[in-house]
């Protein structure tokens, strides 16, 4: 017997070709891309996954591109696991959002892959972009959140518009005052008729007179006055018409100024140069320090002193000091009855006006001074301490004789300051003493206080 013409062997090749083409269809109707070989996958946490279903199509713009394959709980939250289509390419910036398919709350997972120029989302990445706002529920709340503020509403406005009325809202309020408004303009308008038909017929008479005075003719009259100031007025614009006519085309020194290109080109240099003058001034510090001391056995000293300073690494110093110094005169006297010639010595000191002019460089809390120091030339060192308010001296003038005057100085409060040191320390004659004293500093901001403040 031919077994390919047996009835059995049809019949068997008959239902492998229906069971064959049962599972192609299952295939081709089937959401889930992993029957047909690889695919993506993908997973996100959701609070609450009340109506997605396993096994139901994950869309995008939608079309079905997977299906959830699991929903687990993670950690108090539910886990929804995805099997996308291989072609669909996952970034990080990719975003799910739970929409819902109908009034019967069920729901599906809309899939945003995210932007093409984006880094991709590893294998079995979490998708961290979850938005469940669009859900049934949450417009039912939402729904039920506006109808209890429409109950409030409608309970206040029930409430203000009583036959009473309630003060107890703003509403209420707003309402009871104007009926009380209301009110009081019905007494004062029914007890003042008199008063306001005086006020109606005067403001009618107001009225009368000014249509009389814009209707008067009269040489002296609103109309022809009218007339005269519109002739003038526009006799004035047909000059300033021929102005500007004649700056327009370079006539005379205006005209020149606009349409010469040298003129102009002069007068923006020297407006130039004033205003470079004028910025230049107005960085320049100014100040301005006074002091005075007493030098032990000597007397009294006095100083002016005028900072002027251009940069902040630099200044110039220029004073004027009463120095005991100027003059000093030793006077010798015999004793009396003496025989071998002993003498008895005064030394006298009159005070001089003395000249200081120096330049300064700043270099952080260093400064170096030089130039001439109480008429003599000189070099001076200064180190600032304690944030500014306190700074070491020394100076070296007179090299004939080397004056050597180290000093230190202390801000006390706003300008004040004190100061003390050594004068002349390599000195062991008379003209060696030790001083104290103080002093007013004055800057930009203290002078125009000053100079505000003064009676001129």
């Given amino acids: ?249 370079g006539e005379g020194t205006i005209g020149k100024l606009v349409s010469d290109e040298e003129t102009s080109e002069k007068v923006t240099t020297a407006v130039d140069g004033i205003s470079n003058l004028i910025e230049a001034g107005q960085k320049i510090s100014t100040g301005i320090d006074i002091n005075t001391a007493y030098l032990s056995g000597i007397g009294e000293t006095t100083s002016f002193n005028l900072k002027i300073q251009p940069g902040l690494d630099r200044y110039y110093l220029l004073g004027f000091t009463s120095s005991p110094f100027g003059q000093v005169t030793t006077t010798k006297t015999a004793l009396s009855g003496s025989q071998t010639g002993t003498y008895t010595s005064q030394t006298t000191f009159q005070n001089t006006m003395v000249l200081s002019a120096q330049f300064a460089k700043v270099f952080y809390d260093f400064t170096i001074r030089g130039g001439l120091i109480e008429n003599y030339g000189g070099l001076g060192l200064d180190y600032s301490f304690l944030k500014g308010k306190a700074t070491a001296s020394l100076e070296f003038f007179n090299f004939g004789t080397m004056n050597v005057r180290p000093s230190v100085r202390y801000s006390i409060w706003k300008g004040l300051y004190v100061q003390g040191g050594i004068y002349d320390l390599l000195n062991s004659s008379n003209q060696n003493s030790t001083y104290l004293g103080a002093g007013l500093f004055l800057n930009n901001d203290d002078l125009k206080l000053l100079l505000a403040r003064s009676p001129l």
């Fill in 1 to 249: 017997m031919n077994l390919l013409r047996a009835a059995e062997f049809k019949v068997g090749i008959l239902v492998l070709a229906v069971a064959a083409l049962i599972a192609y269809m299952s295939l081709q109707v089937s959401d889930d891309p992993s029957m047909l070989g690889r695919s993506n996958e993908a997973w996100f946490l959701l609070n609450d996954a009340g109506g997605l279903v396993k096994n139901s199509a994950v869309r995008t713009a939608g079309i079905a591109v997977g299906m959830i394959k699991d929903i687990k709980l993670q950690d108090g939250q539910a886990r929804v696991e995805l099997t996308l289509r291989p072609d669909i390419k996952m970034k990080v910036t990719a975003s799910v959002m739970i929409k819902s398919q109908g009034i019967l709350g069920d729901k599906h997972v809309e899939l945003t892959p995210g932007g093409a120029e984006d880094p991709p989302l590893p294998p079995k990445g979490q998708i961290v972009n979850v938005n469940d706002k669009g859900s049934l529920d949450n417009v039912i709340n939402q729904v039920g959140d506006i109808a209890a503020n429409l109950k409030e509403v409608s309970l206040v406005l029930k409430e203000s518009l009583i036959k009473d009325g309630t003060r107890d809202h703003v509403l209420g309020r707003i309402v009871l005052n104007i009926e009380k408004l209301t009110k009081d303009l019905a007494e004062v308008t029914g007890d003042n008729k008199a008063k306001i038909g005086q006020i109606v017929d005067q403001i009618n008479g107001i009225t009368a007179s000014l249509d009389e005075a814009l209707s008067d003719e009269s040489e002296d009259g609103f109309k022809v006055v009218w007339k005269r100031s519109m002739a003038r007025i526009d006799s004035t614009l047909k000059n300033l018409d021929e102005i500007t006519g004649k700056i327009n085309r």
